[in-house]
């Protein structure tokens, strides 16, 4: 219950804090400890955090996974589930004690006062409605309107968030969209109760790069034009430095850590930042530089260019995919890889990047063109028939979803061993057991967790079973379709290095599929980009980094986040 003994007012947090501005803060979370029942017993993951955002401030919450950043937000909107609650400290709205509140109580606060962006728009969208719909039910939960006048509102709100063409948009299921899209629809029902405070949960995860900036700059700019909060929660160290004006850094449900952007990113204090630091591309670290301490102590020498005349690995020429007869999602595509080389492939959503790894990894059939692997014409053979074909333990995928793509019903060990019983010929015995706990050891998979299920493992142990997976067949192609877009940055490095490890001990081409141009640069030789299904420049990485020619990816390159002091755009 709230001080006075009643329901929390959303106008009265609201009024409080804009009248009291000067005098507190508009949010005060203080010793705040959140526990979860478990099978296991109870875990705590949130343990004496105190934080405070003021009126017009944006707070910035960094972390990885499990460190209690996410819980934290949840734990302030009371949307924690049902294992969880609060089981001390206090959480302060504006003037009003928020903490006992219930559910009924707090209604009158969410997305009046306090809103919030999701990290997966297309989860927290409702799939089977129209998004104006969406947005005029986020409407109609605290003002009376008719259809008519919700419809008005919901386009204005579109229009707001610079959605292209939104009397068409407005009638659309979020399947109909993008992924960009979905997160503006989520940012416009965000605003449309007009809070005051805005939690943003990973707003940007999954999102190309000029998507990221576009989304970011949107929101910095109607919170700027509002006069609202904002909390922005995030794993991306670049994200926090341009559009936070304070950051705290969170650990093991502890703050360790609370700077100005500039003094926390340039000479973090905690061992725990300074790692988070560490591990962070800039626009000059190599692989080797990412978390030191974590790469193999003698890297594998780069494997020997192929001899003059030798055929590409892979060839694929004047590729084209259709869709529905008339949507040309991939336009006259043509490149090379050879045997031991990384090639990336980089463009904004929609541009055809997974759709060229799929039509190369043989998971959908080309419209016209041809792929040739090993000189050999492998386009010609329907998709649906080259499971049987020798060549397929040759070309494998890491796909970017490691939780979709493994099968809930194997444990670690059996994702590992089906591609080797279908593919390699080997059965069941020692010779299979010695394969898959190779595989494991090779991508830094505990051989303790080979017995454990995808639920019961982390984000970066399921993309190291991807990995594993991937490699049993001793692959000569490997194709990696955003392998680390979801993960913590320590995480991320250390993939990272083990797929480079693995390219140079093995001789594998990589097709390296990302819009992470900061990963690309670091991971490729050599890098082509892509626009609307077509190539618009192809080169190798100093030249595309340093000398770009194309306009389109002088554009992709000034969109890249690096840690850096305060950006205007914040403040």
């Not at 009924?104 to 989860?123: E, K, T, V, Y």
């Amino acid at each position: 219950m709230s001080e006075a003994g009643t329901a929390p007012s959303a106008a009265g947090a609201r009024g409080g804090a804009g009248t009291n501005g000067a005098a507190g803060p508009l949010l005060s979370v203080e010793d705040l400890h959140v526990a979860f029942s478990t099978r296991n017993g109870v875990v705590e993951a949130v343990r004496g955090v105190s934080l405070a955002v003021s009126p017009g401030e944006t707070l910035g919450i960094v972390g990885e996974s499990g460190s209690g950043k996410s819980v934290t937000a949840f734990a302030v909107t009371r949307l924690l589930d049902a294992a969880g609650r609060v089981t001390a400290g206090r959480i302060r709205f504006g003037r009003q004690d928020i903490t006992g509140a219930n559910h009924r109580q707090l209604r009158s606060l969410h997305g009046a006062a306090i809103s919030m962006i999701f990290q997966n728009p297309r989860a927290a969208l409702n799939p089977i409605r129209p998004v104006g719909l969406q947005i005029a039910d986020a409407i109609a939960a605290h003002e009376s309107l008719g259809a008519k006048e919700g419809r008005e509102r919901a386009l204005d709100l579109l229009k707001a968030v610079l959605i292209r063409d939104p009397e068409k948009r407005i009638d659309a299921f979020p399947h109909e969209l993008s992924g960009g899209m979905c997160q503006r629809v989520m940012i416009a029902m965000a605003i449309a109760g007009k809070p005051s405070l805005l939690i943003a949960d990973e707003p940007t995860t999954g999102l190309d790069v000029t998507t990221q900036k576009t989304v970011m700059d949107l929101v910095a700019a109607i919170i700027a034009e509002r006069g609202m909060a904002m909390m922005l929660i995030t794993h991306d160290l670049g994200l926090a430095s341009r559009y936070c004006q304070r950051v705290v850094v969170m650990e093991q449900g502890r703050i360790v850590e609370e700077a100005e952007p500039k003094r926390l990113f340039v000479a973090p204090e905690h061992p725990y930042t300074r790692r988070l630091v560490a591990a962070s591309p800039t626009a000059s670290s190599t692989i080797a530089d990412l978390a030191p301490g974590s790469a193999p102590s003698s890297a594998p020498a780069e494997p020997p260019k192929p001899a003059p005349g030798t055929p590409p690995l892979l060839e694929v020429q004047d590729l084209v995919k259709r869709f529905d007869g008339d949507v040309t999602a991939v336009g006259g595509v043509s490149f090379r890889v050879a045997q031991g080389e990384s090639v990336g492939l980089v463009g904004e959503s929609g541009s055809g990047k997974s759709t060229i790894s799929r039509l190369v990894c043989r998971l959908i059939d080309p419209s016209e063109g041809r792929i040739l692997f090993d000189g050999a014409s492998i386009g010609d053979q329907p998709a649906r028939g080259f499971h049987a074909s020798p060549l397929r333990k040759d070309i494998q995928i890491v796909f970017q979803d490691p939780t979709e793509s493994l099968n809930p019903r194997f444990n670690a060990f059996e994702c590992i061993a089906h591609p080797l019983r279908r593919l390699s010929g080997l059965r069941d015995g020692a010779a299979l057991t010695a394969r898959v706990r190779e595989c494991a050891d090779r991508a830094g998979l505990p051989l303790g967790l080979l017995e454990r299920f995808p639920h019961q493992l982390s984000g970066g142990q399921k993309a190291r079973i991807g990995i594993a997976r991937a490699i049993a067949c001793r692959p000569r192609l490997l194709i990696l379709d955003e392998p680390t877009a979801a993960l913590d940055v320590s995480v991320q490095a250390i993939i990272l290095q083990l797929l480079d490890s693995l390219r140079r001990e093995d001789r594998l081409g990589l097709l390296f599929v990302s819009h992470d141009l900061n990963v690309v640069r670091m991971m490729c030789e050599r890098i082509i980009v892509l626009r609307n299904g077509r190539i618009v420049e192809e080169g190798g990485r100093d030249a595309i980094f340093q000398r770009p020619e194309h306009p389109y990816t002088r554009m992709l390159l000034d969109a890249v986040l690096h840690i850096s002091g305060p950006s205007t755009v914040a403040g």
